[in-house]
């Protein structure tokens, strides 16, 4: 059966009158979900209501129709769980923690010894199971992390930033991996860097202070970021003025010229040539035209650099 998350009207608040979330509902069967938004906007605590280790103020959460708010055991079972300040005993091998997490969620014997040798493999750690995990680097103890989270092969696996900290080649690594963790599951992860889940996430749902502002497939973000997206070849001298009116999603120098990439719904200059927008940039131009309502009009209005 396929499994099926609703989260509905979800709030949460920690103080009074400040609330970390606010009416979050989505519904979500097999696929990969990318939770995205910024410092604060709320990621850390969904995904920790997810992992029944937090229990909203307001709302209800169900897993195949059962209320996991009344019967956290139910989606316990089925669960892997990557926290943001995933630790590590430092003096045991990555196969004794294996052992001993999947000891925790009850797994024993042949069954366990197949599962940690199948989790190792997945994550790409084989070679270095029997090393201490204090020679581990980051990248590697976020792999473990995700490692433990697939030992009773979640039905629901959660992934709070698991990209935070790690170098470029790590970053590369964590993509590649991501799509062997896909299949009759849902996966949830949350980031801030858009790029991250840019191949894999078959669904989007954008933060921000605590409120959904959109969710859909990234081609439906990538569709919606047609025609905005430009290039343009400038003199040096005139490059801050442009940044300063523009959205300049990046810009590289090539002799005393700057080639530009520029967000904006009118073409910019007569010489900007329409480009096909990445997901990070779609993104950019959603949080722009949902930013203060001044600046989303002066996006939408053409300005022209003199
Ligand atoms: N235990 C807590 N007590 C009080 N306020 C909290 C608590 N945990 C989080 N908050 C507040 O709730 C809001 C959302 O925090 P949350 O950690 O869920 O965001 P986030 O999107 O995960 O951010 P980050 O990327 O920084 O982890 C923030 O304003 C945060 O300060």
């Known amino acids: 059966m396929m499994p099926t998350l609703f989260i509905g009207t979800v709030s949460k608040r ?13 519904r979500m069967e097999a696929g990969v979900l990318g939770l995205v938004g910024s410092n604060g906007a709320g990621k850390t605590t969904l995904l920790k209501m997810l992992a029944t280790l937090l229990l909203p103020t307001e709302g209800s959460i169900t897993w195949n129709g059962q209320d996991i708010l009344r019967h956290p055991e139910m989606v316990r079972r089925v669960l892997g769980y990557v926290p943001q300040d995933f630790g590590v005993y430092p003096q045991i091998s990555a196969r004794m923690f294996l052992r001993y997490l999947g000891e925790l969620k ?94 894999t996430a078959t669904h989007l749902a954008l933060l921000s202070q605590g409120r959904l502002n959109w969710t859909g497939t990234p081609e439906a973000l990538l569709a919606d970021a047609a025609g905005a997206l430009w290039t343009l070849t400038i003199p ?9 009116r523009y959205r300049v999603s990046s810009a590289i120098p090539r002799g005393g010229r700057v080639e530009m990439r520029i967000l904006a719904t009118h ?37 022209q650099v003199p």
């Open 14 to 26: 920690y103080e009074r009158n400040r609330w970390a979330l606010r009416e979050f509902s989505l």
């Open 106 to 199: 009850g797994l024993r014997g042949t069954q366990l010894r197949q599962r940690i040798d199948a989790v190792l493999e997945m994550v790409g750690l084989s070679a270095d199971a029997d090393r201490r995990l204090k020679t581990f680097s980051g990248g590697m103890v976020r792999r473990l992390g995700i490692a433990q989270a697939l030992l009773n092969e979640p039905r629901l696996l959660v992934l709070d930033e698991p990209t935070v900290g790690l170098d470029p080649a790590e970053r590369v690594r964590f993509r590649e991996m991501l799509p062997s963790l896909s299949g009759e599951r849902i996966v949830i992860l949350s980031t801030h860097i858009i790029s991250d889940i840019e191949v």
């Open 236 to 244: 040096q001298a005139e490059f801050e003025r442009w940044r300063a």
């Open 267 to 303: 073409q910019p200059h007569p010489q900007a040539i329409p480009a096909h927008p990445t997901l990070e940039e779609a993104y950019l131009l959603f949080q722009e035209a949902m930013g203060p309502a001044e600046r989303a009009e002066a996006f939408a209005s053409p300005t």
